[in-house]
RNA sequence: GGGCAGUUACCAAAGUGGACAAAUGGGACUGACUGUAAAUCAGUUGCGUAAGCUUCGAAGGUUCGAAUCCUCCACUGCCCA
């Protein structure tokens, strides 16, 4: 159901906040206010069934997403299951081999059950592109590859990066933007939703509506969040992620350890602290009377809560404050079952710790490597011989590297 | 279709018959420092306790000896048509 009437704040709040680009602003608000002819608006969204594991990176546009639906508007999920075969258009050589029908089908149905934490279901339609692909036959592909020229193409950022630099590009890559363009057309969409790496697929449905007859969808990109390196965007592939699906305490370490200068993006791709709030943070961050390591918690504690609940949050706090502050054990140690006293170097490759013996042997060297024979109460040893024998003593607890530990078990 | 260039470790990139497990930079890891970081400093970064073993696109070959030379194959880029 359309919310009647939402307010200016409502409104400025979706089309502004994380937000990088708005194509057509003055149309846009005025869908907001109107709704597609007094209906709501149809919200698009692509989605790529080969990845399964959906980093917070995702759920920034996922949350924009949920923005729309609180004003009764409806998000139209599309499963990219032909768009997946054509290649990856990130810049890897391979391309892609052809998903099953069954793997799209599982792939998809764990994305969404992702997707369906933040957005809601009622308010989602799912389709698929073979839903209408599969019905295109080669002059309905040619004809719509007629709509482009090559230099259009290229106007599009990673092409041109990548012809300049001589680095391939496959034919088949440039029916990606197109085919994601026709899904538009498709699903006759109002509004679609992406990241600013999607601008250029997002403007090419905007070309094809009017082609066949329908008004230009907007298009809204988000600002993605960088990864845990805090310079590159956050990706799978640079292994820089955190998982949507993290353990609060997991993401609240990972997300302690950015860089200072990324709160503010996150803040506002991923809380919804106010604007005012943030500023003065910085003003006070800035004149030194505001540690940036207490507006970091704050900020980790926001978006655990996001994505757990304030109590998962708090105990993700608790636990990194321990450990890393005042540099305790952490409280939730694996076990290690030990039949008989073991080689130190061996524990550690057995345990998973290091991948070789010559990684444990150097961990050993570097002084990375302590026992707490008395567990968590006692004093820790650091060992540094690597023919050191560890005994079976049940509950000592074996420190390897800044943040992994086992706990012995008889 | 023709010509030229290239393929080296996680990535980039040197090496062009022996001193090469392979310079350098980035990344990663460890330690110190710290706010958890950043910055900085020190160290490590194929496997093996070691002797040694397996690596430089693939396969063969020349040589006492090959990342380096030859043959062939695969892949990529550029130029010409």
Redesign the pocket.
Same mark, same amino acid.
Request: aromatic share 6%; proline share 5%; glycine share 10%.
């Given at each position: 159901m359309l919310k009647q009437s939402p307010t200016n704040k409502e409104i400025d709040h979706i089309l502004k906040r994380g937000v990088a680009l708005v194509e057509k602003e003055a149309d846009l608000r005025r869908l907001l206010l109107e709704g597609n002819k007094g209906e709501p608006l149809r919200v698009k969204l692509g989605v790529d069934p080969t990845h399964y594991d959906l980093t917070i990176g995702h759920a920034v546009v996922f949350r924009k997403l949920r923005q729309f639906q609180k004003l009764g508007h409806k998000t139209v999920v599309v499963i990219g299951d032909w768009t997946a075969r054509l290649g990856d258009p990130s810049g890897r050589?391979e391309a892609r081999k052809a998903l099953s029908a069954e793997q799209v089908a599982e792939n998809s149905k764990t994305y969404l059950d992702q997707f369906f934490r933040i957005v809601d279901s009622e308010q989602t339609e799912v389709h698929r592109q073979t839903e209408w692909f599969d019905k295109f036959d080669l002059g309905d592909a040619i004809k719509l590859l007629g709509y482009k020229t090559v230099a259009q193409m290229l106007e599009r950022d990673d092409f041109s990066k990548r012809?300049k630099s001589? #680095?391939? #590009? *496959?034919l088949a890559e440039f029916m990606y933007p197109l085919l994601q363009g026709y899904d538009s057309v498709a699903l006759r969409s109002d509004v679609e939703l992406g990241g600013t790496d999607q601008t250029f697929n997002l403007l090419v449905g905007r070309d094809l509506q009017p082609i066949f007859g329908q008004a230009s969808q907007q298009i809204l990109t988000m600002n993605l969040i960088v990864g845990?390196?805090?310079e590159k965007k956050m990706g799978k592939s640079l292994?820089?992620y955190i998982s949507m699906t993290a353990p609060a305490k997991d993401m609240f370490?990972k997300?302690? *350890?950015? $860089?200072? !200068?990324t709160m503010r993006t996150y803040f506002e791709a991923l809380t919804e602290i106010d604007e005012e709030e943030l500023d003065e943070f910085d003003r006070k961050m800035a004149e030194g009377t505001l540690? $940036? =390591?207490?507006?970091?918690?704050r900020m /980790?504690r926001e978006i655990v809560t996001e994505f757990h609940n304030a109590e998962a949050a708090q105990e993700g706090q608790e636990a +990194? #404050?321990r450990? +890393? *502050?005042? =540099?305790k054990l952490p409280t939730d140690i694996p076990d290690y079952h030990l039949a008989a006293s073991q080689n130190v170097?061996e524990l550690i490759?057995s345990a998973g710790l290091a /991948?070789?013996?010559? !990684? /444990?042997?150097?961990?050993i060297?570097?002084?990375?490597? *302590?026992l707490f024979a008395r567990g968590e109460s006692g004093e820790s040893e650091r060992i540094t011989d $690597?023919n050191t024998t560890i005994e079976v003593i049940d509950g000592a607890i074996l !420190?390897?590297?800044? =943040?992994?530990h086992i706990r012995i078990k008889a």
């Open positions: 050589v012809y001589g #680095i391939e #590009i *496959s845990l390196d805090g292994d820089n370490g997300l302690m *350890s950015l $860089p200072d !200068k540690n $940036p =390591r207490d507006v970091k918690l /980790a +990194f #404050i450990q +890393f *502050s005042e =540099r170097v490759v /991948a070789s013996n010559n !990684k /444990a042997r150097e961990l060297k570097q002084g990375g490597v *302590s $690597p !420190k390897v590297g800044k =943040r992994q």
